[in-house]
């Protein structure tokens, strides 16, 4: 937390944290987080404080409007905060599951027990939710973690890990096992990526461009999905009612999140049913769109929210009110769209043919594949995991909503009598 301490003093203090914290009865964990709750709550007038003073400052700097929006905390956001910590706390703990045992002839028995990772690092934009979430199942799980949090919510953090650290305090657990790097140098992110001498993983929460630059620099393992280009296709034997309130949830909903869609694509043969009432839906929520050839000539031309889309509007995560549309002929058609433009984060069909829905979840390549449903389900807490550190595209470790267990590893315990090899 000292400004003037050195990143390597960070790892060395963790790694002494994790050690202990791995260790902690799960009574002390649950109620480390439980005064979490509590102080939250209490303290929503300090939080919100620290949080209009970032506010002001990302306006002066005229930052994005979705890192903004990501960015602000209002009391309902912040028992929002709270409610995911109490979910967590709820969850079995994990550290010291048997996952496996075996007896062998020679008489020696196995266990493989779930065990935490030690580390974790985390680089991450904008969003305070992220600082309590990922410090909550950090704390749950018995690894310590070290939260590198943009500039534009420095003071929001600061406020944050301050609550954080004294509920583990209070409850006698090392404090360490939170820390904030609060030095909003950047030049100290690509030092971090190289301390994997500490850090078991890495995970980074944030844009295209900071997750590449993990992807490229981290000496360690790390969790380098999370950019969403999402897709729903509007089947030919889709319900059109239903695809027309799955589709505006998953645009409209929260639209600032990597889950949200981008691209509905939508079977010429239904196109003329369901493309009218679409424009109208949208429309109602200001969301601009961006139409492909086809889809352009059921527009009126005097309509201002809607343009001819360029080959730049597919395959990108808009974050934003824009939604790009494709007409195609064909289920394949359809899937050949999503595997060239998706990023293996959220795609969804609506159709009321059962073979159909089912070959899409079977064929499509993504953490999370949906059938007559938002893509906004993709989430931690939605899947019950009560809340998430990430939401992997990856295919190696974890996939999906990132929760306890994918920031778990095992280990083999073998008890013998003597036993030795011949």
């Known amino acids: 937390m000292n400004k003037n301490i050195s990143l390597k003093e960070y790892g060395i203090l963790s790694v002494e944290a994790s050690r202990e914290l791995s260790t902690t009865e799960e009574d002390t964990k649950n109620a480390a987080l439980n005064d979490l709750i509590n102080d939250l709550n209490e303290k ?44 967590i706390m709820e969850l079995p703990e994990p550290v010291g599951e048997v996952i496996e045992t075996k007896h062998l002839p020679n008489g020696l028995n196995l266990e493989k027990v779930r065990v935490p990772l030690g580390v974790i690092g985390v680089i991450y934009e904008s969003r305070p939710n992220v600082t309590t979430d990922i410090s909550s199942i950090c704390i749950k799980s018995g690894n310590s973690v070290i939260l590198r949090g943009g500039k534009e919510s420095l003071n929001t953090n600061i406020e944050l890990v301050k609550i954080i650290r004294n509920s583990l305090k209070k409850n006698e657990i090392a404090i360490n096992s939170v820390q904030l790097v609060n030095n909003p140098d950047r030049s100290l992110i690509k030092q971090m990526l190289h301390m994997n001498e500490f850090i078991d993983l890495m995970i980074p929460r944030g844009g295209t461009n900071l997750v590449n630059f993990v992807s490229k620099n981290a000496k360690m393992n790390s969790i380098t999905g999370g950019i ?28 600032t999140v990597c889950n949200a869609i981008d691209t509905v694509i939508v079977h010429e043969e239904i196109a003329s049913s369901f493309i009218p009432d679409f424009i109208k839906k949208m429309s109602e929520y200001n969301v601009e769109i961006r139409a492909d050839k086809k889809t352009f000539a059921y527009f009126e031309t005097n309509q201002e929210n809607i343009i001819q889309a360029n080959n730049k509007d597919f395959g990108q995560e808009f974050l934003d009110l824009i939604v790009s549309v494709k007409i195609v002929d064909s289920f394949d058609k359809a899937l050949k769209h999503i595997e060239k433009y998706g990023t293996g984060h959220s795609e969804a069909i609506i159709t009321e043919k ?28 939605e899947f019950g995991f009560g809340g998430e550190v990430a939401i992997s595209t990856n295919k190696f470790h974890a996939r999906g909503p990132m929760g306890i267990k994918e920031l778990m590893i095992y280990k083999w315990k073998i008890r013998g009598n003597g036993q030795i090899r011949e």
């Open 354 to 381: 059962e073979s159909t829905g089912e070959k899409f979840l079977s064929v499509v390549d993504a953490s999370a594949v949906f059938l007559n449903a938002s893509t906004r389900y993709n989430d931690g807490g």
């Open 228 to 255: 969403g280009v999402c897709h729903i296709y509007v089947d030919k034997d889709a319900d059109l009612e239903k695809a027309l309130n799955v589709v505006t949830n998953a645009k409209v909903q929260r639209y």
């Open 44 to 87: 929503k007038s300090e939080i919100l404080d620290k949080n209009n003073i970032d506010i002001e400052n990302a306006k002066k700097l005229n930052l994005d409007f979705h890192i903004i929006e990501r960015l602000t905390l209002n009391e309902k956001r912040i028992s929002e905060m709270a409610d995911s910590i109490k979910k």
